[in-house]
């Protein structure tokens, strides 16, 4: 989704900007731009890679000591170059902004300004911005009061920075709703919407909370709430010190970063549970110092997330009623947010979110904590994003950055997470014996090494997907805690390689979707050697005597033998309560397969962004 560098210092900031802007690629976007100050604000702008734009930047020559730069996700107007950021108001004294989110009275204000005369040349929200902030800068001495002025009447959830022609010495930046963060240097000032397109100039970062306004200069900057402070006084924020790992973000020897992801399973899952393999037993405290106290008060548990986090929250259902006894409901964060559901206050609600800035995830548990519930728990990848700074307890996934759209590592770690948290609850709810407890510690301890063994079906995996690549739709099938699984193996096949997939409980196949198999439907089966299977075996009976074929993910133990129109491949072991987490890889493995059989963005599908940070 849309992202935002600025950085103002003492030499030419334009290959600072190209960098961040090739840092924040990961999470989508369909155009890009920028700003300098260059005897007054000269524009780039394109609807290809940032690639592209630093060719055009060459070309144009541009350069100056101060600039703005964004990649732009299409929410108001279609991909195009008039509709890429930076935004321009004015012809004299030009402002140019950059904007992250949504201005939702946007039509509104727009109506207001052309009756002023203003003249918009695209079909953004963004530059209703622009044009509001050259207007309030005729009432008012400077840009800064301009964009406190501003913000006060924009609805929405917004990030932005702007620069003014007339005063190249300054940038002023904004917040409300959207992440920006500040990156104080030593030869300069720099501002983004996401700590990796800093590192490459600083580690001391400020994160600008709700109404926060700051101006920036080469040599410092003051920061203003707006929202609450109309005397314009100077608020202090922290600098944290960054600790986001630079190779962490590099590709390596991998293709892709999905399949990098992919590949980095074990190793994120082990420093996940880390703190687990060293211990004799599993402590509250893994989730922060009040988690003794809040978990004994609870009787319920509430899951908000979206995605692939929602897929999670789905599996931890069956093991929180099943290990832990505690009743459990999962929502997409996007339809919590806007129900009136009944409230219990002793119910933990867990926002599950890999980068801590959906802002459905964000707004569905502020308005769970506006309904009356007290207690909070984050399952998140990202330490330093909203979503850790704003729950009572975390727990974070220690996945590392997560590059690739679609969710891999990201997925089994929150699914690890989970897994911990259902066996803390379930021994402090006495449903656990410590003999079950070791049990479950030694399984855990066990689960990258069986990670690896599943890691290793690829070359058969490879086969199918070259038979899948042909196909324009696949039914996924699985049941109990192994039909989320069959969720995430659909969305995954989906979203990279634009196969129409669509995941079933098995049982419910008679029910409709058995209308749909022929020979020209594959259907995947997630069919481990749990309680299910002669069940499961039943359904896929079903799909046999219709002519479907079928792809079975099997265990070692599942008696499924291979035939015509039957094809298996088999996880090394069955990992009982860990077997979803097992079972995620072969799927994640076939679509990154079929993605590439078939050409694809892999780490950047059309229309996606990896942080969804609008509504
Ligand atoms: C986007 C991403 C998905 C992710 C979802 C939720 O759609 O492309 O991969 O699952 O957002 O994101 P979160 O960061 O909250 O887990």
């Not at 003794?292 to 599996?315: D, M, P, R, W």
């Not at 359904?539 to 035939?563: K, P, W």
Request: aromatic share 6%; hydrophobic share 40%.
């Amino acid at each position: 989704m849309c992202g935002i560098i600025g950085a103002i210092a003492h030499a030419n900031v334009v290959p600072v900007l190209l960098e961040g802007l090739l840092r924040l690629e990961y999470r989508g976007y369909d155009s890009a731009g920028l700003v300098v100050t260059n005897h007054g604000l000269q524009r780039v702008r394109t609807t290809g890679r940032v690639t592209e734009l630093s060719k055009l930047v060459a070309q144009q020559r541009a350069q100056g000591l101060a600039g703005i730069a964004h990649t732009r996700w299409a929410t108001h107007g279609e991909p195009s170059e008039r509709n890429a950021h930076p935004h321009f108001s004015g012809e004299i004294s030009r402002i140019a902004v950059v904007h992250n989110g949504i201005i939702e009275n946007h039509e509104a204000i727009r109506s207001h300004l052309i009756n002023k005369g203003f003249k918009f040349s695209s079909d953004t929200d963004t530059e209703v911005i622009a044009h509001l902030i050259a207007f309030n800068l005729e009432q008012v001495t400077d840009l800064f009061q301009a964009v406190c002025l501003s913000i006060a009447e924009l609805q929405g959830a917004y990030a932005i920075a702007v620069m003014e022609e007339a005063h190249p010495e300054r940038i002023v930046v904004a917040r409300n709703g959207a992440p920006l963060l500040l990156g104080i240097g030593k030869s300069g000032n720099y501002v983004a919407s996401d700590t990796s397109a800093l590192l490459q100039t600083t580690r001391d970062i400020i994160y600008l909370e709700e109404g926060d306004v700051a101006e920036l200069s080469s040599r410092g900057y003051r920061i203003v709430n707006c929202l609450r402070n109309h005397l314009g006084e100077a608020v202090e924020r922290a600098v944290h010190e960054s600790h986001l790992s630079n190779e962490a973000i590099g590709l390596g020897p991998y293709a892709h970063f999905m399949q990098k992801e992919i590949f980095e399973q074990p190793s994120a899952v082990a420093n996940t549970l880390e703190m687990v393999f060293n211990a004799q037993s599993i402590s509250p405290n893994l989730f922060g110092s009040e988690a003794e106290e809040i978990f004994s008060s609870i009787n319920h548990i509430l899951i908000l997330a979206c995605g692939t986090s929602y897929h999670a929250g789905l599996v931890a259902r069956y093991w929180l009623e099943t290990v832990a006894g505690l009743p459990c409901n999962v929502e997409i964060a996007s339809e919590y947010r806007y129900r009136n559901p009944v409230t219990d206050p002793n119910t933990l609600v867990i926002g599950i979110s890999q980068s801590g800035e959906t802002a459905d995830t964000l707004a569905a548990l502020n308005y769970a904590k506006k309904l009356g519930h007290q207690y909070s728990l984050a399952i998140c990848n990202v330490p330093e994003s909203a979503l850790i700074r704003q729950t009572d307890l975390r727990f974070l996934t220690r996945a590392g950055p997560e590059i690739g759209v679609a969710s891999t590592k990201a997925f089994t770690t929150q699914l690890a997470s989970l897994l911990l948290l259902t066996v803390t609850l379930a021994k402090m709810r006495h449903k656990l014996s410590s003999e079950d407890e070791q049990r479950m510690i030694a399984s855990l301890r066990h689960l990258p090494v069986a990670l690896q063994h599943a890691l290793q079906v690829e070359p058969q995996v490879r086969i199918w997907a070259k038979r899948f690549a042909q196909k324009r739709h696949a039914l996924f099938l699985g049941r109990g805690v192994h039909y989320p699984i069959a969720m995430e193996g659909a969305l995954k096949l989906k979203e990279i390689s634009y196969i129409h997939a669509e995941a079933y409980a098995a049982g419910e196949l008679k029910h409709g979707p058995l209308a749909l198999v022929d020979s020209e439907m594959p259907v995947v089966a997630i069919a481990p050697n749990d309680q299910l299977l002669g069940k499961l075996k039943s359904n896929l009976q079903e799909v046999h005597a219709r002519g479907g074929e079928l792809y079975v993910f099997a265990d070692a133990d599942s008696h499924i033998t291979q035939g015509e129109n039957l094809h298996v491949i088999r996880l090394a072991e069955h990992a009982g309560l860990l077997s979803p987490i097992l079972h995620t890889i072969p799927l994640q493995l076939l679509a990154y397969h079929v993605a590439l059989e078939r050409g694809t963005d892999v780490d950047k599908p059309r229309n996606l962004a990896k942080a969804v940070t609008v509504e």
